[in-house]
C-alpha cells in the first residue's frame, strides 16, 4: 500500500472525550470513529488489524475442527422467554419491535438461536459431537459505554457452540478450546493470563477467561505464584477464617443515636469504633424477592457471587429510592433487625462469627451496638460473598501462598453450559437405548474487536501504538526521507516491489511531507520496522529501525535477498523484545 492512497487520518491531538490511553491512539492514529456512544466505524487501519485477528481465531477454532456458520443479530423474543432470559439478562438486552409489533432482541450472544437451530437438525446420538462458531456483530446495552472498543455496544465477537452426548466428550471438548484460545493468545504476541472465571449471564458450571494483561485494564485477576491458582475478582476464592477472631464477652444491644451518619466512614468515626465492628447491611433485589447482604464494614460485597450463588443475574443493588418507599427507612440506616421474613438474609463469612457489631436499626439517624448474628439477627445463607484482597492467603487447599493481583482486560472466555438450555428448549436426542435425553452444550466465546483495544492499551508508549507483527497493519514501512532525489525515490519503489513479492506486508510512504511528518505517522500507527532511506544512500546503505527500540541498524543493499533476511531477522529480533520488555 503507498501511503499517498491511504485513508489514515491521523490527528495530533487527543479527543476531548477520551478515557483511557487505547481510545486515544485508536482514534488519533486513524483507526476507528465514534458514531455514538459505544458505536463505532473501523476505518482501513482498522479493519485490516480486525480481519488479522479473526484470521488468527479462525485457524485456530478450524484448527481444532469447529465449523464456521453465520446466525441472525435479530432474535424472536419468544425463544429468549422459554429460556427465562427475556427478564433474567436485564436492560442490557436492546428489546424492539417489528411493523407487525412482534417483539425481538439484538443478539448479545447466541444460545438461544444455534440451540433452536440444532433442535430440528440433531436427533439420533450418532450425529454427535458437533462444533460450530461464528464471527459476527453483536450488540448489548451497556448503561455507561466507556474505553472505547473495549466496553461498546456493537462489537465483534466469535462464539462457538458445542453439542454433546456426555459430560465426557464436552470436558474433551473444552480442553481442545482451551488449548485453541491459548495458541491464539500466543499468536497475537501478548502477555495475557487464564483465570477460572463466573459464569453471569451464559450460565454452566464451569469457566475460564483469557485476560490481556495491562496497567489500565478494567479486570482484576488474583492469582498465586507458588501453585498457579488464578480467578477473575468475581471467582476468585475467601480463604480467610473469621471462626474464633473476636473472643470477648456478649454485651447487651443497644439503639444509639448516630445523626445524620450513613456511610461505613462516618459511622465508624462517629461511635470511634473500627471498620471491622461494623455490619453493612446492603439491599439488593431481583425480579422475585428481596436480599439483604451482611458483610463486614472494611469488606467489599462481590454481587457476582451472590448472583451465582441464587443462579439469578437479575439481582442487582436496590436503588435508594426503592429501599425508603419498601422500608420506610434510607439506607444509610437498614439493617437486619426486624427485617420482614420474606427478605432473605445472606451473611459472608466475615459476619457470622462477629461479636458485638454496629448495625443499622431501621430508623433514622439510629444504628445498634453489641448486635450479634442469630442471637439479635436471623441469617438464613452463610457464604462467600465478597472481593478478596491482594496478600491473602491462597484458597487452594495446603498451599501457603499469599494472593497477588494483577490488571487484565477480558478478551476470551470458555463456558461448559451443560443441559441448560437444552432443557428449557426442549432440545432433545435418542439415545442408543432409544431413550430421549437433552444435549449437553459448550460455549466459547472470543472479543474480536475487544482485544483491538486491548492490545493497544497493553503495547504502546508515547509515540503510539507498538502493534506485535502478527496483527501489525503493516510489518515494514519504507521510508524515503528526501525529497526531489529521484534516485532514492526509484530504489524506494524497487524495495517496496521486492517484498511484497516476497510477501511481506509493506507500506511506502510517498508522501511529499517532511522526514519528521513521515515518522510521527508511522509510529502512530505502530509499523514494527522502518526502512529508512536517505543520506547513508549514496554509501550503499539503508536504515533498519525498530519501533520498540531507539536503535538504527545500517544495512547493505547491494543485494536485494541479502535486505529481504535482514528485515526477517530484525523482525523476528522485534517480536522477542516485545516478550521481555512489556
Known amino acids: 500500500m503507498r501511503y ?17 490511553k487505547s481510545y486515544e491512539l485508536l482514534i488519533r492514529g486513524g483507526f476507528i470513529r ?62 424492539l419491535k417489528d411493523r407487525h409489533n412482534r417483539e425481538f432482541t439484538l443478539g448479545p450472544t447466541h444460545e438461544e438461536i444455534v440451540t433452536f437451530l440444532m433442535k430440528n437438525e440433531l436427533r439420533s446420538y450418532k450425529q454427535f459431537p458437533v462444533n460450530v462458531f461464528q464471527v459476527a456483530t453483536k450488540f448489548r446495552d451497556e448503561i455507561r459505554p466507556r474505553f472505547g472498543v473495549l ?18 466428550s464436552l470436558h474433551e471438548t473444552y480442553k481442545e478450546f482451551y488449548g485453541a484460545y491459548d495458541n491464539i493468545c500466543k499468536r497475537l504476541g501478548v502477555k495475557y493470563a487464564i483465570v477460572e472465571a463466573d459464569t453471569g449471564a451464559i450460565g454452566g458450571s464451569f469457566s475460564h477467561e483469557f485476560h490481556v494483561l495491562a496497567q489500565n485494564g478494567e479486570g482484576k485477576i488474583y492469582f498465586c505464584e507458588n501453585c498457579g491458582y488464578a480467578a477473575s475478582d468475581e471467582k476468585a476464592k475467601s480463604s480467610e477464617d473469621f471462626q474464633g477472631v473476636e473472643e470477648e464477652t456478649l454485651k447487651e444491644i443497644q439503639m444509639v443515636d448516630t445523626g445524620d451518619c450513613k456511610t ?57 429510592e426503592d429501599v425508603l418507599k419498601a422500608f420506610k427507612v434510607n439506607v444509610g440506616y437498614i439493617g437486619p433487625i426486624n427485617v420482614p421474613n420474606d427478605v432473605k438474609i445472606i451473611a459472608d463469612f466475615s459476619v457470622s462469627s462477629m461479636k458485638n457489631g454496629v448495625i443499622g436499626a431501621m430508623q433514622e439517624k439510629k444504628h445498634y451496638i453489641n448486635a450479634n448474628p442469630y442471637r439479635d439477627f436471623r441469617i438464613d445463607e452463610v457464604c462467600d460473598i465478597r472481593y478478596v484482597e491482594e496478600g491473602e492467603k491462597c484458597p487452594t487447599e495446603n498451599c501457603e501462598g499469599k494472593l497477588k493481583m494483577a490488571r487484565g482486560i477480558e478478551v476470551g472466555q470458555i463456558f461448559e453450559l451443560g443441559d441448560k438450555y437444552s432443557i428449557k428448549m426442549k432440545a432433545y436426542f435418542t439415545d442408543e437405548n432409544g431413550e430421549q435425553k437433552p444435549y449437553i452444550m459448550g460455549c466459547y466465546g472470543w472479543g474480536v474487536s475487544r ?19 502478527s ?17 532514492i525515490k526509484d530504489f524506494s519503489e524497487k524495495v517496496y516491489d521486492f517484498l511484497i513479492k516476497k510477501g511481506v506486508d509493506v507500506l ?52 536485494f535477498e541479502n535486505l529481504y533476511e535482514e528485515v526477517i531477522n530484525y523482525l523476528a529480533k522485534y517480536e522477542q523484545d516485545l516478550k521481555i520488555k512489556f
Open 264 to 320: 461505613i466512614e462516618e459511622v465508624s468515626n462517629f461511635l470511634n469504633v473500627p471498620k471491622t465492628k461494623l455490619i453493612k447491611s446492603i439491599l439488593l433485589k431481583s425480579n422475585k424477592e428481596w436480599i439483604m447482604a451482611l458483610i463486614r464494614g472494611d469488606k467489599e460485597l462481590n454481587i457476582s457471587k451472590i448472583r451465582s450463588f441464587f443462579q439469578d443475574q437479575t439481582i442487582d443493588l436496590a436503588q435508594p
Open 34 to 95: 465514534k458514531i455514538s456512544s459505544g458505536v463505532y466505524s473501523y476505518l482501513p487501519l482498522g479493519w485490516k488489524v480486525i480481519r488479522k485477528i479473526e484470521n488468527i481465531v479462525r485457524e485456530e477454532m478450524e484448527r481444532i475442527g469447529s465449523q464456521e456458520i453465520m446466525l441472525p443479530i435479530i432474535h424472536p423474543a419468544e425463544l429468549w422467554q422459554m429460556t427465562g432470559r427475556w427478564d433474567d439478562y436485564g436492560p442490557e438486552l436492546m428489546k
Open 471 to 487: 496483527i501489525a497493519p503493516f510489518e515494514v514501512a519504507v521510508l524515503p526521507l528526501i525529497k526531489n532525489d529521484e534516485s
Open 4 to 20: 499517498s492512497k491511504l485513508y489514515a487520518p491521523t490527528l495530533k491531538e487527543s479527543p476531548a472525550d477520551s478515557d483511557i
Open 151 to 168: 466496553r461498546a455496544r456493537e462489537f465483534i465477537m466469535k462464539d462457538a457452540y458445542t453439542f454433546h452426548t456426555d459430560y465426557n
Open 508 to 559: 511506502l510512504d510517498d508522501r511529499e511531507v517532511s522526514a519528521g511528518i513521515k515518522f510521527k505517522d508511522i509510529d502512530l500507527i505502530g509499523v514494527p520496522l522502518k526502512i529508512l532511506i536517505g543520506k547513508s544512500f549514496k554509501d550503499g546503505k539503508v536504515e533498519l529501525k525498530l519501533r520498540n527500540s531507539k536503535e538504527t541498524f545500517f544495512v547493505n543493499f547491494s543485494n
Open 451 to 469: 482485544t483491538l483495544g486491548a492490545i493497544v492499551e497493553q503495547l504502546n508508549d508515547e509515540d503510539g501504538i507498538i502493534w506485535p507483527k
